[in-house]
DNA sequence: ATTCTTAATTGAACAATATTCGACTTTTAG
DNA sequence: CTAAAAGTCGAATATTGTTCAATTAAGAAT
């Protein structure tokens, strides 16, 4: 056995995926090298980022879902980019943004369970820079990645 | 000129992509045959839902990015589903969770401009049932969809 | 341990799909 | 109105996905 659904699962989260031209050809009613050429301007212009999988999460060990507001202490307050592009790499986290309000950043986490989750808060998200964070537990998930569950 | 992008963007939003089995093989160093064996898997066991492609959404109209925080009114405190599941539908609409905590629905909106975003407001996510909202303006995606910006 | 059953891996043959190319059409800019 | 650029599309080719059958590995039961 060579265990490889986790690295399959690795590489589908984030691209090695590719529009299927003949089955959108047939969809739309047009010639598949229309689609082709229009396809391959998406992706030149940038208009497109990648292609990926969506996952059920919670077969992939990231069944708890949880917002987390984050305010900066005040000698961050002026560069939560440092913090955040930190936190990208992890991939817990789905998103990340600097937003405006009560709270500097707002992120997306998905862990495995709520103790993975405690872990997670103490371990990766509080750090220097970090004074309080609050979360906002989803007990549900109706709609995600665009995609309703 | 027949228009075929929004028509491919809004095919390519939801689907209509496919696993690069030789790509990932070659990555993997792993035979052809055996990638295509365990994605078929996947799939079946539902682990996989979809392929899709992620955008950059300020190029497809959709550079407003925002938090919107829900207080349903008492009447509807205990059926947020139903809410959540009308408001689903809207391509606008990323994600939709049902929390913990003093919101009850908490949803990712993305629109053209802040001009967009109040007319959604006003016309979509406000409506019976639905109390107070509280709107956390994203600056900057740092992260989106697992993808790092 | 040994047998039996099921799951996983793999190469070869085949089917389907993507890609390239060139011709033609439409749109745009001056 | 004209020339250049962008978009459409069929035919040929290259690449990739899929099926199949054989082989190996893993797990369960006696």
Redesign the pocket.
């Known amino acids: 056995?060579?265990?490889?659904r986790p690295r399959l699962v690795g590489l589908l989260r984030q691209g090695y995926c590719?529009?299927?031209?003949?089955?959108i050809?047939k969809q739309l009613k047009?010639?598949?090298?229309?689609i082709?050429?229009?396809?391959?301007?998406l992706e030149e212009e940038g208009t497109v980022r990648l292609y990926k999988a969506v996952f059920d999460y919670k077969q992939i060990e990231q069944g708890f879902c949880c917002y987390v507001l984050v305010n900066l202490s005040p000698g961050e307050y002026g560069n939560p980019e440092r913090i955040g592009k930190d936190l990208a790499k992890y991939q817990e986290i789905e998103s990340i943004d600097i937003c405006t309000g009560d709270w500097e950043l707002v992120l997306k986490v998905h862990v495995k369970d709520q103790d993975a989750y405690f872990e997670f808060l103490k371990n990766v998200i509080s750090r220097k820079g970090v004074e309080r964070t609050k979360s906002l537990v989803s007990f549900k998930q109706l709609k995600s990645e665009f995609v309703p569950v």
């Open positions: 056995m060579k265990n490889i590719t529009p299927q031209i003949a089955q050809a047009e010639p598949s090298t229309t082709h050429y229009n396809i391959k301007r």
